[in-house]
């Protein structure tokens, strides 16, 4: 997928609440911190519509407490991420959600041209470090620790069409530990997602995310940009 270079992603400045569809395929932790965070007032949002991959996963459960629309698109009743894809579009469309957020979606999933810089990712790790098709979880963190890297972290990014591989938006590092074990690395990568993947969206909302090239700018809020001729 080819981003436009230059674009400034919407939604635009003004938009009170942003309505978001969250994709995931287990646990549902990340999950979980939006519905905490929009609770109690830290994420400036709503959640549209759950779609799970999966009928089974515990994520469902999480969804369905809080009292949101959850749909199951489960992988295995399509034959290709094309139609897999399409049928989680129409649900998307359907809620009018603004951004899809992929939290622990584990399918690959194809954005159709409408959707292009609207669909979120968040990778435990330091892309491109340890990113890519069968990393995911635990894996990602046993990776890290079995090469011995110092710092990891969590990788925010827009989604194109390929595993963790579109524009980073956000990159926070933590310290690797002698005794750390995969378990423990990934609980602290999880408490900096729980204050990355807000921060994106709310950048994203604020109109102060554009892409140029493989880059994407954090533009200044609104009342600090200097007028244009």
């Not at 994106?200 to 200097?226: C, M, S, T, W, Y």
Request: charged share 25%; hydrophobic share 40%.
């Amino acid at each position: 997928m080819a981003f436009g270079a230059g674009a400034c992603l919407r939604p635009a400045w003004g938009l009170d609440v942003i309505r978001l569809a969250v994709l995931i395929s287990g646990g549902g932790t990340t999950l979980q911190n939006f519905i905490d965070r929009i609770r109690d007032g830290r994420l400036r949002a709503e959640i549209a519509v759950v779609i799970s991959s999966r009928r089974d996963c515990a994520g469902n459960e999480r969804a369905r407490r809080a009292g949101l629309r959850l749909e199951i698109v489960d992988y295995r009743a399509y034959p290709d991420p094309e139609s897999m894809s399409e049928q989680v579009f129409r649900h998307v469309r359907a809620v009018g959600a603004d951004l899809v957020t992929l939290a622990g979606f584990l399918r690959l999933l194809r954005i159709p041209p409408d959707f292009e810089g609207r669909v979120m990712n968040i990778h435990p790790a330091l892309i491109p470090a340890f990113c890519g098709k069968g990393y995911y979880g635990l894996r990602v963190h046993r990776a890290a620790l079995e090469r011995g890297v110092k710092v990891s972290g969590c990788t925010v990014h827009f989604v194109d069409n390929e595993y963790d591989h579109g524009p980073i938006i956000i990159q926070r590092c933590v310290p690797v530990l002698e005794d750390d074990t995969p378990e423990t690395l990934a609980a602290r990568v999880f408490e900096q997602e729980c204050e990355a993947y807000p921060e994106a969206i709310e950048l994203f909302a604020q109109g102060r995310l554009k892409i140029e090239g493989r880059r994407v700018r954090i533009l200044p809020p609104h009342n600090d940009r200097q007028p244009t001729a």
